[in-house]
């Protein structure tokens, strides 16, 4: 059923027919819209280079819950043939084991989310966010907007994603004033309450109604962290659940600070759904991977890793979110 279920999917990225030429892009999912900009960036590589002998393809499995899904997929498109390889690994130790059982001769990199620590001598560089740093700089909003701390309820995606685990452990450290902590239990003033963090696997619906249920079980709560965007990337189901909290929002009795920048989320900021989104550059990922890949397969040295920067929106400064 799996491996049915990958090829499903690759049908569905356009993949069926591979050669020596596709750098391939594998994404979580085909159903997260944040994805769909690395597509759009992978779509305008091929508009600026349509003269390469190279061809660029973006492909995953169609729900980003499906992690078995992806790595099938990656385990067909290796098997086909392609010249490189960029995975966005959705169970980062489940993908490595497969790329250690095949160990392919093709370049491997990793975009968006990364191998774990152990593993990424798998892989030639990784290109994306500072993860890390993205949780710093959500802590950083939580404090502007709630200097003495309080209770904060903290929302991820897969459970093994290293990339939502590496923001969640920058907004931790930088929250309570120390490094390595697993939960916040009062440092820096901040507490995690009970039942939290909560775990979406990557579904808007899902996450909608986490954030319902967290807001209706502790009416005292100050702050909720949506460390990816998955609520948000439903509008109208997060207007429903956010309308229930508009005055504690607008009064910051209650904030929100909230990952990614796409269109829906600016207009949810600015409608003050949130007090802070931390944007990423998706659309800049599937632009440069190609050209990553490239290098990889013509022997050049690449940095590793290779960041692709953050925009940060708040009441002070609305920045990228103003008009997009």
């Keep these: 059923m799996l491996a049915a279920a990958g090829v499903a999917a690759l049908a569905a990225g356009s993949a069926l027919a591979q050669d020596s030429k596709t750098l391939a892009i594998v994404v979580k999912g085909l159903d997260n819209p944040f994805f769909e900009q690395i597509n759009l960036g992978c779509k305008k590589w091929m508009e600026e280079h349509a003269d390469s002998e190279y061809k660029c393809l973006y492909t995953g499995p169609a729900s980003s819950a499906d992690e078995a899904g992806e790595v099938q997929i990656v385990d067909d498109l290796l098997s086909k043939g392609v010249a490189a390889i960029a995975i966005s690994p959705s169970n980062a130790p489940a993908m490595a084991n497969r790329i250690r059982d095949i160990a392919p001769s093709v370049p491997v990199m990793t975009v968006?989310?990364?191998?774990?620590?152990?593993?990424?001598?798998?892989r030639k560089t990784y290109l994306g966010t500072d993860n890390y740093l993205m949780g710093v700089k959500m802590a950083e909003e939580a404090a502007k907007l709630k200097p003495e701390g309080g209770t904060v309820c903290l929302q991820l995606g897969n459970v093994a994603a290293d990339n939502?685990?590496?923001?969640?452990?920058?907004?931790?450290?930088?929250a309570g004033g120390e490094k390595g902590i697993d939960r916040l239990t009062g440092q820096g003033g901040w507490t995690e309450i009970e039942g939290c963090p909560v775990f979406t696997n990557d579904q808007a619906d899902l996450a909608n109604q986490q954030m319902s249920d967290v807001f209706t079980a502790n009416p005292d709560l100050d702050a909720f962290v949506l460390v990816g965007?998955?609520?948000q990337f439903a509008p109208q189901a997060y207007a429903q659940v956010t309308d229930q909290v508009m005055d504690k929002l607008n009064a910051k009795e209650l904030v929100i600070i909230a990952g990614d920048t796409l269109p829906p989320q600016t207009k949810a900021f600015r409608e003050g759904r949130s007090h802070a989104q931390v944007g990423q550059r998706p659309f800049?990922?599937?632009?440069?991977?190609?050209?990553?890949?490239?290098?990889?397969?013509n022997g050049e040295s690449?940095?590793?890793?290779?960041f692709t920067g953050l925009d940060v929106c708040?009441?002070?400064?609305?920045g990228f979110c103003k008009d997009n």
């Excluded at 708040?314 to 609305?318: L, Q, S, V």
């Design 302 to 306: 690449v940095e590793d890793p290779l």
């Design 164 to 174: 939502i685990n590496a923001r969640a452990q920058g907004f931790r450290d930088t």
């Design 112 to 122: 968006d989310a990364d191998f774990l620590e152990q593993d990424r001598d798998l």
């Design 229 to 231: 965007g998955w609520a």
């Design 314 to 318: 708040n009441g002070d400064d609305p």
């Design 284 to 297: 800049e990922m599937g632009l440069r991977a190609p050209d990553v890949m490239i290098q990889l397969i």
